[in-house]
Nanobody, 125 residues
Framework: VQLQASGGGLVQAGGSLRLSCEAS????????MGWFRQAPGKEREFVAV????????YYADSVKGRFTISKDNAKNTVYLQMNSLKPEDTAVYYC???????????????????WGQGTQVTVSS
């Protein structure tokens, strides 16, 4: 699985962005898809995940109610709609896929085998 993330940019606090992550390969529909982010000087942290079957979603507390993860299996694409952005949301955002472990809600980066290249999101105050 190869992942290509896009949609990042510069936005003012309170604004919105939608990130996209297109996957190549035939395993997208059999993958749990997650979004993570990494701010300068910090470790990569979990943002959201959508489960392969049924579409169950789960969010980090810091983004709950503001971000929405969704996917389109026909387009092999997962999205992260980000609303009410805050300066502390500034980070490089990565999409990731878990195809190996049993489907579930994982917040650990080690549970994801495939990663996109990252897209920069900068929120100005």
């Amino acid at each position: 699985v190869q992942l290509q993330a896009s949609g990042g940019g510069l936005v003012q606090a309170g604004g919105s962005l939608r990130l996209s992550c297109e996957a190549s390969g035939r395993t997208f529909s059999n993958s749990d898809m997650g979004w993570f982010r990494q701010a300068p000087g910090k470790e990569r942290e979990f943002v959201a995940v959508i489960i392969r079957s049924g579409g169950t979603t789960y969010y980090a507390d810091s983004v709950k109610g503001r971000f929405t993860i969704s996917k389109d299996n026909a387009k092999n694409t997962v999205y992260l709609q980000m609303n009410s952005l805050k300066p502390e949301d500034t980070a490089v955002y990565y999409c990731a896929a878990n195809t190996y472990y049993r489907s579930g809600i994982y917040v650990d980066t080690q549970k994801y085998q495939y990663w996109g290249q990252g897209t920069q999101v900068t929120v100005s105050s």
